[in-house]
């Protein structure tokens, strides 16, 4: 099955500053890369995702690129603000029939130091 | 977006009883809904994928008369924690696949923590 890995589990950014979280996946077959954003007790909401057939998606200061070659996509936060402090969960959709389900990696406590 | 509406979104119970939770699509059906468990400052666990009308599947490890799970229409699927006892509690989550915007994109609801004393 797919393993996600996500590094770093713990970052600390200065307001203002960017941060960059990474993720591994395994399965090549796989070809959908959302990301979610889960503040304490809350449910996990989608900021941005990413499909295979495309090497990166903006939408204002989020960023998410993949390289399929290498099995690896990140995030990318610039101009951090104190409610960008949450902890952020990658994910792997794969397609393979009968199969279609999300496999998380272990997530990353962001904390924007005002 | 779509909306899931998952209760309760808190339980707390005593030692052997039953607790079930429910899972709905408000605005779209789901032939397919999923259920996580989350534990404190981990990542979410994939437990079983509810299929409407059929059985669920359970990821390995994940015992199915421990964790019944009902995907009785397309708009709903309830997961009953039978037996539950202090180990059982955590956090769990549902989500359903929804293809409004044309894509397929996962919703979670607000999940529900569970207590057993």
């Known amino acids: 099955g797919e393993n996600v890995e996500q590094h770093p589990s713990t970052l600390s950014v200065q307001e203002g500053d960017s941060a960059v979280i990474k993720c591994t996946y395994s399965?090549?077959?796989?070809?959908?890369f959302p990301w979610y954003k889960q503040e304490l007790g809350k449910r996990p909401q989608l900021i941005i995702d990413?499909?295979?057939?495309?090497g990166e998606k903006k939408d204002q200061r989020i960023a998410v690129t993949l390289n399929k070659t290498a099995k690896h996509f990140s995030l990318h936060i610039t101009e951090t603000q104190p409610e960008d402090s949450a902890v952020y969960f990658c994910?792997?959709?794969?397609?393979?029939?009968?199969?279609?389900?999300?496999?998380f990696g272990t997530g990353t406590r962001l904390t924007i130091i005002p | 977006g779509a909306v899931v509406s998952q209760h309760p979104s808190r339980v707390i119970c005593k030692s052997g009883t039953s607790v079930k939770i429910e899972c709905r699509s408000l605005d779209f059906q789901a032939t397919t809904m999923f259920w996580y468990r989350q534990f404190p400052k981990q990542s979410l666990m994939l437990m079983a994928t509810?299929?409407?009308?059929?059985?669920?599947?359970?990821e390995q490890g994940v015992e199915k008369d421990k964790f019944l799970i009902n995907h009785a229409s397309l708009t709903l699927s309830t997961l009953t924690v039978t037996s539950a006892h202090p180990e059982d509690s955590s956090f769990y989550i549902c989500?359903?696949?929804?293809?409004?915007?044309?894509?397929?994109?996962?919703?979670f609801g607000a999940g529900t923590r569970l207590s057993v004393l």
């Open positions: 989500s359903a696949p929804s293809y409004l915007a044309g894509e397929n994109i996962q919703y």
């Open positions: 994910a792997a959709y794969g397609s393979n029939f009968g199969n279609e389900k999300l496999t």
């Open positions: 990413i499909r295979s057939n495309v």
């Open positions: 399965d090549s077959a796989s070809n959908y």
């Open positions: 509810s299929n409407e009308g059929s059985k669920a599947t359970y």
